[in-house]
């Protein structure tokens, strides 16, 4: 496996920092992930050694605001810049690997960021990866989180509430829970802008659901405490693209990626893959 770092500039000049893994030869296919709020680009090793080690690349942002990347943490002024963000990303992986078939990955509030962009710009992509979404929030927006960012979001729009984020809600691991909080990257702090925001760009990507045109695959651990997965399973239903997959993880968290059994999780993820590659370049 290879790995490389850089950093790629995105609106406002700002050079975000990423992250790539590469197989020995030629790719498969490449996947670029997206991570949720106050994660970063390095916490996603169980995908990256799954792929990479079946012949796919893959690529990790830090979004601005996180992880390497440059921005009180946490923070936007409108929601576009995610989409400049993720612009710039996918160009810089279009130029690496010209010709690839190339998906997009988003998890949690990343998952998201990535509905948000692809209902906008499927353009140049072979189909999108979605995983516990955050459609209906029960860990994070809190009534009085909602109404501060409501309120404050045009007075103050940097201030800055704390995200109560239930670190033992993400996954059955309790080695991963450790390392999450433990990690000098990760961080549990969000504006009132931010906040307002993907309050406003959860509601647009509802709304368009039925104007989605990429092949999706929606993963969902089914014990939740974060993320309903009864928010997924509306959203899927909502969803009028034929070329749709719903996968409930029996008795899975937040992350899926991270529970025990992940492995299954990532099957279903590379049986995505395979099967919207060209008919040409399958196994």
Not at 27 to 56: C, M, Q, W
Not at 200 to 207: L, M, R
Not at 243 to 264: A, C, F, N, R, W
Request: hydrophobic share 35%; net charge negative.
């Amino acid at each position: 496996m290879e790995h490389t770092e850089d950093t790629v500039e995105s609106a406002g000049g700002l050079k975000l920092y990423y992250q790539a893994w590469r197989p020995p030869g030629q790719p498969r296919t490449a996947v670029a992930i997206i991570h949720g709020i106050g994660e970063h680009s390095g916490r996603f090793k169980n995908i990256v050694d799954y792929l990479v080690a079946r012949g796919h690349a893959v690529y990790a942002l830090d979004l601005r605001g996180h992880g390497r990347s440059p921005g009180q943490r946490g923070h936007l002024m409108s929601w576009s810049e995610y989409r400049e963000d993720v612009k710039a990303f996918l160009g810089r992986i279009s130029t690496r690997e010209p010709g690839r078939p190339l998906f997009l990955y988003g998890h949690s509030m990343g998952g998201l960021v990535v509905l948000d962009y692809v209902l906008r710009h499927p353009e140049g992509l072979s189909g999108t990866i979605i995983s516990g979404p955050p459609f209906e929030s029960v860990g994070v927006a809190t009534p009085l989180l909602v109404a501060s960012a409501r309120i404050l979001s045009r007075l103050w729009p940097t201030f800055a509430l704390d995200v109560p984020l239930e670190a033992e809600a993400l996954c059955r691991d309790r080695e991963r829970i450790t390392q999450y909080l433990g990690d000098p990257l990760v961080h549990r702090r969000c504006s009132v802008r931010w906040a307002a925001e993907a309050l406003d760009a959860g509601a647009w990507v509802k709304a368009h659901a039925a104007e989605l045109r990429l092949p999706l695959l929606l993963l969902h651990g089914e014990e939740d405490r974060i993320n309903t997965a009864a928010g997924t399973r509306r959203f899927f239903e909502s969803v009028s693209y034929p070329d749709k997959t719903l996968h409930l993880v029996p008795g899975g968290y937040h992350e899926p990626h991270s529970d025990p059994g992940y492995e299954q999780v990532l099957q279903r993820v590379e049986e995505h893959l395979l099967s919207h590659m060209p008919e040409a370049a399958r196994p």
